[in-house]
């Protein structure tokens, strides 16, 4: 009996070892499989990134094609920039030749002296300690100084329409006097005044023409006009200043306020414009150092007298500036008016 128990015993040991066995081998079976599946998946792995690296150096012959064409067209336009550049400067040397045979022809040609406009301005005279606006930098680097040849008729005639013909105008920031010319030929008594001598001293614009009706000073320090037989000062009916404001310092402006309020005719008017754009020389000195919006510049006018108007009787489509592109006016304040804006100011004990 006892040798049959240890015999069923064993029996059923070899049973449990053959079951385990068959699971190892069933495991290893599915592990097997499995593997392959991953080898597989592995392999096809393997494909897709060598798929991708291939499309990848496709993708890099690409970049580098099109950097290589992106170089081509940046050093053609270098070069069709500095053939429109050339050409410029070209037409701006001949636009200054033809103005400089203008101007010396009208010398020769001309009955200037015997002008209404150019007597009556010969009588009168500036008056101050401050004849040239040595720390400004539009006298350092005048390239701006040079801008305002263009005779601005329709602005002119506007003027007379509304004013009459009758009236005295000064114009603050003259530049190349090509405001003031227009005045005189139109019988209009006009003064011009600029902070630098490059003008004067170089014979450009029409300062060769109008020796009696230009001058120069620093108009950010007191000066007066007086006419040459009487005691009182010379008024006016009419002051500009077109795009000259943000080139005046904010400490300086008051002063320069004073010298409007003090030479405008209580009737009279104040108009221009201001930029709000940067404007620097070849050096990167800025031109326009005084950059505010034009709610600052309301306020700054009430401060000092001046009173901004909404209504008045000017068209501004007419002025000066602002209303380009243009030659020497590329700004409009019409369709840009974060560029700039115009103005018409009268003193406020008047309005």
């Known amino acids: 009996m006892k040798t049959e128990s240890v015999s069923i015993v064993q029996r059923v040991r070899r049973l449990l070892k053959i079951d385990v066995l068959a699971n190892a081998l069933a495991l290893l079976r599915v592990t097997e499989e499995r593997s392959r599946v991953i080898e597989d998946q592995l392999h096809n792995t393997l494909t897709l990134l060598r798929i991708t690296e291939e499309r990848s150096r496709v993708l890099e012959d690409q970049l580098n094609d099109s950097l290589t064409l992106l170089r081509i067209t940046e050093e053609r336009s270098r070069t069709l920039q500095y053939l429109s550049n050339q050409s410029l400067l070209a037409v701006n040397y001949q636009i200054d030749m033809l103005l400089k045979w203008y101007v010396e022809s009208m010398l020769a040609t001309s009955s200037l002296a015997n002008n209404s406009a150019v007597v009556a301005a010969g009588s009168i005279r500036l008056e101050t300690a401050y004849p040239i606006a040595l720390m400004s930098n539009d006298h350092v680097a005048p390239d701006s100084t040079s801008e305002g040849i263009v005779r ?9 329409e509304v004013l009459g013909q009758d009236i005295r105008c000064l114009d603050l920031g003259v530049g190349a006097a ?31 023409l109008l020796p009696d009706n230009l001058y120069t000073c620093d108009i950010t320090h007191p000066f007066k006009f007086r006419q040459a037989d009487e005691e009182g000062p010379v008024n006016f009916d009419v002051i500009t200043m077109w795009e000259v404001l943000e080139h005046i310092c904010e400490s300086d402006l008051a002063s320069l306020f004073y010298n409007v309020h003090a030479h405008l005719e209580l009737n009279g008017y104040f108009i221009g414009s201001i930029s709000l754009v940067e404007y620097v020389d070849a050096k990167g000195v800025p031109y326009h150092v005084t950059l505010k919006p034009k709610s600052w510049w309301q306020e700054k006018f009430r401060e000092n007298g001046l009173v901004m108007l909404d209504d008045h009787p000017f068209n501004e489509r007419l002025f000066c500036r602002g209303n380009g592109p243009r030659f020497q006016d590329i700004h409009n304040y019409f369709a840009n008016p974060n560029e700039g804006f115009h103005f018409v100011a009268r003193l406020i004990e008047r309005s």
């Open 178 to 208: 090509g405001l003031v010319f227009e005045y005189v030929m139109n019988g209009i008594v006009a003064i011009g005044v600029d902070g630098s001598n490059f003008c004067r001293q170089n014979k450009i614009g029409y300062w060769p």
């Open 152 to 160: 601005p008729t329709q602005f002119v005639k506007h003027c007379i």
